[in-house]
């Protein structure tokens, strides 16, 4: 999702957690649209930061994102993996103003970064190339970015690297996060939905957290497992409680749909 380094190589354990869905543009639940909800306890994906910022007229800020130049920063395998998931949630937040030249930047600097994971070139490249022929259909991008980052996944999982695989999920959900509580939420008016929905992510960490530990060969994966047990920590001085028959949970599909909701 190929050399990396010896520490992404795969340590067979007798259970393992399934890994979280990561889509860069994980179609939006039907569910929003009716009483109840479905919470993703997989990840926060860029398709529920920009239907709430469509819904809220945030404006666009190119100064929230990461610039594409930054990835000569990356040089790294454990950075491209991490940075690869946030550059593919920041297209998701372009790609909701419209598709431009930008966006050509960023598709590039996501091949740039695969490429440095040892990822078949066709990747990206094919992507790349048919967005060429035409960047005015939006449904487009969104197929191709898809395609790409399924075969990513599906290509880090055939060689045994999913703690690589679980650095990009990390990077694409904290960048996800960032947008989200950079750009949407009010301390002074805070929305209910904005609130609800990074409430939520309590469980999607925890999920997170869960595939990340069967990885701790990878040294990488233990420093930055750390850091999100600090996180969630934070989580934890809060509860989402549930009224009984109001929760259904799919774990085939990894959702949780809800009809109310109330945090203490």
């Known amino acids: 999702m190929i050399c990396i380094t010896a520490s992404c190589n795969r340590t067979e354990k007798v259970t393992k957690a399934p890994a979280p869905v990561f889509s860069t543009y994980l179609p939006d639940s039907p569910a929003d649209t009716t009483r109840a909800r479905e919470i993703y306890y997989g990840l926060l994906t860029p398709v529920e930061v920009c239907n709430i910022f469509e819904r809220l007229g945030v404006p666009f800020n190119d100064t929230i994102i990461l610039p594409p130049e930054n990835r ?10 991490m940075n690869l998931g946030v550059y593919g949630v920041d297209m998701g937040y372009i790609k909701l103003f419209g598709i431009n030249r930008q966006t050509m930047n960023y598709f590039s600097t996501i ?86 929905k990074i409430a939520e992510q309590k469980y999607s ?46 774990t085939l599909r990894q959702v949780i749909t809800t009809k109310g909701t109330e945090m203490t």
């Open 72 to 81: 000569d920063l990356y040089m790294s395998s454990y950075k491209a993996a």
């Open 111 to 196: 091949k740039t970064l695969s490429n440095r994971l040892n990822m078949p070139d066709t990747f990206i490249s094919d992507a790349i190339r048919s967005l060429n022929s035409d960047m005015s259909n939006a449904d487009s991008v969104t197929m191709l970015m898809n395609d790409a980052y399924a075969k990513i996944d599906e290509h880090l999982r055939q060689e045994g690297s999913e703690g690589t695989l679980g650095l990009m999920l990390m990077g694409g959900w904290i960048e996800a996060m960032y947008l989200a509580t950079q750009l949407a939420y009010d301390p002074a008016n805070p929305d209910p939905q904005v609130v609800g």
């Open 205 to 250: 960490l925890l999920s997170l957290l869960s595939f990340m530990k069967n990885y701790y060969s990878d040294p990488m994966v233990v420093f930055y497992t750390k850091k999100l047990k600090y996180l969630n920590r934070w989580f934890d001085t809060f509860e989402i409680y549930y009224q009984p028959g109001d929760v259904t949970v799919d």
